[in-house]
């Protein structure tokens, strides 16, 4: 005879969890029932769950800030610093579902970005991983879960074991998540027109190709990732890099991203 499949205590008390979150989905506190059911095995510091278009993200939930009130820092990345994570770009150059870590959607210079040291750093602090589940052809749901430490691999491991459980769980909640997504979508701002209005002084306006070269560099992306994504040898990157800078009468990366920050405001 074969021998009879084992479940552990711990699978029961697995199972007992997801049954109860199945009866709470139309409840307010889903999503926090969630993430302290994964929070049991795979530690978490801070997290949120958003719908990525094309539009401005939305919010369906997420963690309180320190004083109990909403995020400061979080609320920076609505108005336009979301235009620089590498989830949500990565997310609109190729939306699907499934797990996605941080170290494979991040550009090659992503830590030495202004987006790291000044939002990042402080608001995830460490490590972050997404659990995605494609609602259409425009929307993506998304559960991002950051640590104060990387995530190991084990803890990846597991992730990936208990995805399929959470991306249907995720799934069946927006049946009850039509006040959210029935609000008038907010265009994404976009990042020529925006920093455009901000240097109306300029004698000699900035190319296409120019405001594109610096959005792909405050994203993190290397002169080598650049010329690939746009189709354009490395030296012309330089080339478009030194006529932006001249134009805009700056020296640095971080007085571009100073720029970038005062066309959202």
Known sequence: MGSRASMTLQDVAWHQSIGRLIEVLDRPNFWLGLVRLLDQYIPVDSWVVLVFSNDRPRVLAECPGEDGGPDRLFEDY????????????????????????????????????????????FNIVADEVHINVQLDAEHTLCLSLGSEVLFSPEQIALLSLIQSWVAALMRQRMAFEHQVMEQTATPTPSWQGRLESTLQHLET?????????????????????????????????????????????????????????????
């Not at 991040?106 to 939002?119: L, Q």
């Not at 890099?241 to 720029?259: A, D, N, T, V």
């Open 205 to 265: 306006p900035l190319s296409a190709r120019e405001l594109e070269v610096g959005r792909l560099m405050l994203s993190g992306c290397s002169n080598k990732e650049i010329a690939r994504k746009l189709s354009i040898s490395t030296e012309t990157v330089k080339v478009h890099r030194k006529h932006m800078y001249s134009k805009l009468g700056i020296r640095s990366q971080s007085e571009l991203f100073s720029l970038f920050l005062q066309a959202q405001e």
């Open 78 to 121: 609505l108005k336009g610093l979301y235009l620089l994570d590498p989830f949500y770009l990565a997310n609109r150059e190729a939306p699907q579902s499934g797990l996605f870590l941080l170290a494979d959607v991040a550009p090659e210079c992503f830590e030495h970005t202004d987006y790291y040291k000044r939002y990042f750093h």
